[in-house]
């Protein structure tokens, strides 16, 4: 009978944890997760924009950029939204407005807590919304298109 704290439970734990540690370095397809100097830390392609998208795009710069990157690629300050852990089914899109309305603690990233952004109506958060979510759908983080239904208005 093996012993919870024995060599098989240690060495199966070790192994998870080193599963996950490495799980969570990199990005999808090759691209660097890790930030330094200001400069994005995932390659985005710009697609052409719904005007929808456009207009948040003019919104996410002027209140989001700072932290996320102008195309929403991340900086030193703040995560990639171009990437898997915010795809439509992982992070619907209530929860963009939570995360601006209330703020959002840390939970992927190691970047510290997000602060509330006062002051965004909930159809500028819906445009933002829909500028990242084309921006997720061009660079292939989703497929399904059902995943843009914020650029429906």
Do not use: K
């Not at 109506?121 to 995943?147: K, P």
């Amino acid at each position: 009978m093996s012993h919870r704290g024995g060599p098989p439970f240690r060495s199966r734990l070790i192994t998870a944890s080193l599963c996950l540690l490495l799980s969570g370095c990199g990005g999808s397809d090759g691209e660097s997760s890790s930030v330094g100097g200001g400069a994005e830390s995932v390659a985005v392609t710009v697609p052409d924009l719904s005007d929808t998208a456009g207009r948040g795009a003019d919104t996410f710069e002027a209140n989001c950029s700072e932290c996320h990157g102008a195309t929403a690629g991340g900086t030193s300050e703040g995560p990639p939204l171009v990437h898997i852990y915010y795809e439509p089914g992982h992070h619907a899109d209530f929860s963009f407005h939570i995360a601006v309305q209330r703020g959002s603690p840390q939970h992927h990233w190691e970047f510290g807590d997000m602060d509330p952004v006062p002051g965004l109506s909930d159809e500028e958060v819906n445009e933002i919304i829909c500028y990242v979510r084309e921006l997720q759908y061009a660079n292939d983080i989703f497929t399904d298109a059902a995943g843009l239904a914020a650029c429906q208005s």
